[in-house]
Structures are given as C-alpha cells and as structure tokens.
C-alpha cells in the first residue's frame, strides 16, 4: 500500500528517477490540459462532498465512447488513475486500444499517460507523484513508471525477464514487482522491490518455484511486502529492516490468499474460504469478517471494502473496523481492486455498467465511479 512522505523523501525520490530517466528512458510530454466544462453529473460530489460522479469523462463532461475500469486512488482523493479504450477522454485522441489516463478531480482534466496498453491495472503513489503499469514490450512484460509532474519515464530493470504486479509505496520510492522468466519456465518467481534511491537497486524479497500469482503489496515506507504463496495457499509478509519473513499468518490450518498490506505495515487482508480476515502484525491477532470478498483497505487500516457473497443486497461496502458500521458504495452491480479507497475511507473508485447510478449515462459502457462519504 502506500503512506504519505515528507517532502524531502519526494524531492531525492524525483531527482533518483530523472536520472533514471536520462539514463534509459524516453521522455514523453503530457498532452496540455483541455479547456474547462462542467460535468453534467458532478452536482452530487463535484465539491468533495458526500455523493457519487461518473469519472471517466472527458472535461466538459462528454461521456467515454469505450469502457473504463482498473481505477486506483491517492491518499486525499484528488487523483484517480484508471485504464480506458475510449477514444474521448483528451484531445490527443488515440487511434484506439486501451491506455492509462489520470483524472485531477481538482481541476477535473485528464491526462493520457503515454501511448502503452496496460496488461493490468494501473498503480498510483498515495501522494500522487508517480504511477506505473504493466506493458508488453516486445516478447516480455515490463512495468513503466511515469513522473505525473513532469511525464518523464523509466523503465524497471527486468534485465531479459518480464516484470509484472507493480505495487508502489507512497511517495513512489519503492516499487514492489514479480519478476518470471518466459524463456525458463524452471526459474519460478522472484518478487523484488526496486529502491529508486539506491541507483535503482533490486531487493530479493522471496524467491519462488512456481508461477502461480503472489500479489506482491507493499507498504508506504516500502519496508514490508505482504505477498501469497500459490502453492502452499500462505500468507507471508517480509521486513526490509532486517530481511526476515514471517510465518503464514492464517497459521497452519486454513489456506489463505492475501488482498492488500495497510500503509504501516501493520494490516493484512487476506481471503481463507468464504471469508475475509483483517491480521494485526503487532497483535497476531485477526478481525473476521464473516461470508464477505476483502476487496481493499484504506491507507490507515481502519475502513475495509468488501463485496457481499449475497447478491441480492449492495455489490460493495465499505466497512469501518473500529465501529463495525457499514456504508453503502454501490446498490448495482459494480467492482473495484486494491488501493480503490481514499484515507479515512472518504472516497471509494469503483467501475460498473449499470446505467442508472448517476443520471445522463446512456453510452452502455463500463464507466468509472467515486463515492465520496464526506
């Protein structure tokens, strides 16, 4: 996950990746702001007040003319990345394909992030500094890392392998990811974590015999990583500080599969049958969240987001942990993916093709959402 840096901590991190950048990347400017609009349906929560907006819009409010998804959130809600085949969102119009686009919902413009199509979904600091994505570069996968204030690029040192499964740490240091060999099905799974600091050294958090998806998190200090064994069904978290990792924190009986690691390090989602479990690392012990799908955890830990296996009631909830009181995200079908959930559970980015969550939406496609609570 993510947490916010203090600003000398930003400064290093963005003077570590223009270097990088000149080093082995091409610069790519980011297309001009569009002129202002008014967004017909962003009466409900235009002025960050309680309510939800269709986003995936272009400036003056014209609908996308392709579906949307993927979305991810900063800390304080005011950016939002997400992935879209639509052709509308900017002026600089693609000839199609999906691409990664940043929404201000300060100054309600987009922003396309380069002219790659994203193999997954895009990953955003929790300062909104820096985002990256997966993308097929020629027979491999690498992960591209944009500098949102100046659009310049790096690429993660794969060296001959594919990279995938970015998780960034919150002001955009660290950079969790899997890398695999194509070639040599025999090399397993290596997670790492790049320190753009430290001349973009890589870090060998575990180093698995299979492909299986490990779903590296990371925390906004980058100094754990939680990530799954797919074969074993565990749950495990590393330390940076003293390169030890800990036991399957489901224990010896369930199997478990990890959703998202809190800010601090200190909360674990993880899913163990029809169930989600929120682990404390200090305590060893684990909140129960019974007959729910953990969807993500806000940067504080305290707001869960879930969707019901009931489908005859919301698609998603956000749930305050402390209270044990639930809020409503959305009534009609809709899904949403790590990091979709602002701090102190104040916005929620989801994606749905429903027609009837805000008025006006008639392009019948897959459009992007935020519920704000306040």
Known sequence: MRRNANRSTTRRVRAALSAAVAACA?????PAPASAG????AGAAGARGAGVERISVAADGTQADDNSGGASITHDGRRIVFSSSAKNLTPDATTGGERVFLRDQRTRQNERMGNLAPLQPPVISGD?????????WMDNVRIRQYQVSTGRTASLDCSAYTCDQPSLSADGRYTAHVIR?????SFGQRIEVQDWNN????????????TQPSRPSISGDGRHVAYQDGRTKDVLVWDRSDGTTSDPIEGPSKEATVVQLSDDGRKVVYLSGSDTYVHDMSSGTAQLVPNVRGVAIDP???HLLYAPHDTNGPSLILRDLQAGTDETVSNQPASAGTDAVSAEGRDVVFQSTADDIVP???NG????FVRSFY
């Open 181 to 185: 060999s194509i070639r040599q099905p």
């Open 26 to 30: 091409v610069t790519v400017a980011l």
């Open 365 to 368: 496609k897959s459009d992007v």
């Open 199 to 210: 001349g973009s050294r890589n870090e060998t958090v575990a180093v698995l015999d299979h």
């Open 300 to 302: 504080t830990g305290r």
């Open 128 to 136: 909104g500094a820096y985002l990256g994505y997966a993308h097929q």
């Open 360 to 362: 006006g939406d008639t």
């Open 38 to 41: 008014t967004t017909a349906e």
